[in-house]
T-cell receptor
Framework: EAQVTQNPRYLITVTGKKLTVTCSQNMNHEYMSWYRQDPGLGLRQIYYSMNVEVTDKGDVPEGYKVSRKEKRNFPLILESPSPNQTSLYFC??????????????FGPGTRLTVL | GQQLNQSPQSMFIQEGEDVSMNCTSSSIFNTWLWYKQDPGEGPVLLIALYKAGELTSNGRLTAQFGITRKDSFLNISASIPSDVGIYFCAGPPSGTYKYIFGTGTRLKVLA
C-alpha cells in the first residue's frame, strides 16, 4: 500500500531534550516536506527536500533540522525543543516538486508536546 | 511567512445546501490545490488546478483557478454530513518550490 508513515504518532518531552520524528514513504517520491499545524494558522512548511541531499527552508525553519540521506526517509530533528514547538506535525511527499504531478500525500501526523 | 487567505473561516450549513469558499493570495500561483482534513487525519487532496481559468470537478466538488492567478474557489453541491471537516487551499507561489497553505475553512453540516 502506497503510504507515508511517521513515528512516533504522539510524543511528550521536556525542553531541551533532543528528539527525532521519522518520516518514510514507499512511493519513490522525490519531493518530501515537513509541516506544522497550529490552531488558526493552517499548515506551515518547515523544510522541504527536492531529492536526496537537497533540502531547503520553508516558512518556519527556526529550531528544526532535516536530512535526506535516502530517497524514502526524511527525518525531522529538534536539537533543543522548546514549548513553542508544541504542535501537530505532518510529513508529506510528492512525485516531483511541480509540473502537474505535485499531488502531496500526507502522513498521519505526530502530535508533539514540549513541557 | 506568506499565507493564503481563506474565507469564510467557518460555516454551519444544513444538509443539502451548497457551499462556496475562496482563497486569495497577494502573489501569483501556477498551481492551486484543494485539500480536506478530517479530524485526527492528514489532509487529503480533493482537486488540483494547473491553468488560469480552469474549472475542474470531482463528484459534488467543483473548483476554479482564478483568471488573475491570485485566487481560487471551491464549491460543494448538495452537502452531506461526511463533508464535515477543514478545507485548505494550497500551492507553490510562482517561481518557488515551497508550499503555502491557507488558514482553512471549517465546515459543519447540520443534518
Amino acid at each position: 500500500e502506497a503510504q507515508v508513515t511517521q513515528n512516533p504518532r504522539y510524543l511528550i518531552t521536556v525542553t531541551g531534550k533532543k528528539l527525532t520524528v521519522t518520516c518514510s514513504q514507499n512511493m519513490n517520491h522525490e519531493y518530501m516536506s515537513w509541516y506544522r499545524q497550529d490552531p488558526g494558522l493552517g499548515l506551515r512548511q518547515i523544510y522541504y527536500s527536492m531529492n536526496v541531499e537537497v533540502t531547503d527552508k520553508g516558512d518556519v525553519p527556526e529550531g528544526y533540522k532535516v536530512s535526506r540521506k535516502e530517497k524514502r526517509n526524511f527525518p525531522l530533528i529538534l536539537e533543543s525543543p522548546s514549548p513553542n514547538q508544541t504542535s501537530l506535525y505532518f510529513c508529506a511527499s510528492s512525485l516531483v516538486a511541480s509540473g502537474g504531478t505535485d499531488t502531496q500525500y500526507f502522513g498521519p501526523g505526530t502530535r508533539l508536546t514540549v513541557l | 511567512g506568506q499565507q493564503l487567505n481563506q474565507s469564510p473561516q467557518s460555516m454551519f450549513i444544513q444538509e443539502g445546501e451548497d457551499v462556496s469558499m475562496n482563497c486569495t493570495s497577494s502573489s501569483i500561483f501556477n498551481t492551486w490545490l484543494w485539500y480536506k482534513q478530517d479530524p485526527g487525519e492528514g489532509p487529503v487532496l480533493l482537486i488540483a488546478l494547473y491553468k488560469a481559468g480552469e474549472l475542474t470537478s470531482n463528484g459534488r466538488l467543483t473548483a476554479q483557478f482564478g483568471i488573475t492567478r491570485k485566487d481560487s474557489f471551491l464549491n460543494i453541491s448538495a452537502s452531506i454530513p461526511s463533508d464535515v471537516g477543514i478545507y485548505f487551499c494550497a500551492g507553490p507561489p510562482s517561481g518557488t518550490y515551497k508550499y503555502i497553505f491557507g488558514t482553512g475553512t471549517r465546515l459543519k453540516v447540520l443534518a
